[in-house]
T-cell receptor, first 112, second 113 residues
Framework: DAKTTQPPSMDCAEGRAANLPCNHS???????VYWYRQIHSQGPQYIIH???NNETNEMASLIITEDRKSSTLILPHATLRDTAVYYC?????????????FGTGTRLKVLA | ETGVTQTPRHLVMGMTNKKSLKCEQH?????MYWYKQSAKKPLELMFV???????ENNSVPSRFSPECPNSSHLFLHLHTLQPEDSALYLC????????????FGSGTRLTVV
């Protein structure tokens, strides 16, 4: 089972910041949080990941709470091409094998 | 293109057919994965290969048979499938097993009739 919970859907106006929340209350101390997105009819695309500190790259920012039980992915200026399903994932270590367990994600719709 | 190429993009097969899905990457990655994505369900990890050795088999029925002849190629052999096996089959690769930044292919849309 996925170790994360996300709202099923969100809307965001084009040009505005999209803030996508994720709860991972059972995360362990050495488990990273990853974000991927899946645009319709394509494979998932890696966005960003983090452990404790906030992270930023050319695509997005990741804000992780101090207790690490939740995080927020921020798309600073959403465009129509950011419409996709966004997955928040905690990498699971089972007997030395790392696995991504995907949940159902958040369907983000960017509105013109 | 992401660097991971899957063929065919679409496949329709009967329940008695045998077919194979192909995945190819030239990213220099050492781990490859098969995922299944059914309608309105999360991605399900099927198989994990690390350095051409299978390290994970997630209780997948034997009608799905993976093969990894080298670190650049991964196959999924299909035989006597059921209609409920219709789904998008995604291949992914990563530098090492479990490393960040999986690169996914665009998938093969499989329909079993």
């Amino acid at each position: 089972d996925a170790k994360t919970t996300q709202p099923p859907s969100m809307d965001c106006a084009e040009g505005r910041a999209a803030n996508l929340p994720c709860n991972h209350s059972t995360i362990s101390g050495n488990e990273y949080v990853y974000w991927y997105r899946q645009i319709h009819s394509q494979g998932p695309q890696y966005i960003i990941h983090g452990l404790k500190n906030n992270e930023t790259n050319e695509m997005a920012s990741l804000i992780i709470t101090e207790d690490r039980k939740s995080s927020t992915l921020i798309l600073p200026h959403a465009t129509l091409r950011d419409t996709a399903v966004y997955y928040c994932i905690v990498r699971v270590d089972t007997s030395g094998t790392y696995k991504y367990i995907f949940g159902t994600g958040t369907r983000l719709k960017v509105l013109a | 293109e992401t660097g991971v190429t899957q063929t065919p993009r679409h496949l329709v097969m009967g329940m008695t057919n045998k077919k194979s899905l192909k995945c190819e990457q030239h990213l220099g990655h050492n781990a490859m994965y098969w995922y299944k994505q059914s309608a309105k369900k999360p991605l399900e990890l099927m198989f994990v290969y690390s350095l051409e050795e299978r390290v994970e088999n997630n209780s997948v029925p034997s009608r799905f048979s993976p093969e990894c002849p080298n670190s650049s190629h991964l196959f999924l052999h299909l035989h006597t499938l059921q209609p409920e096996d219709s789904a998008l089959y995604l291949c992914a690769s990563s530098q090492y097993q479990g490393s960040y930044g999986y690169t996914f292919g665009s998938g093969t849309r499989l329909t079993v009739v």
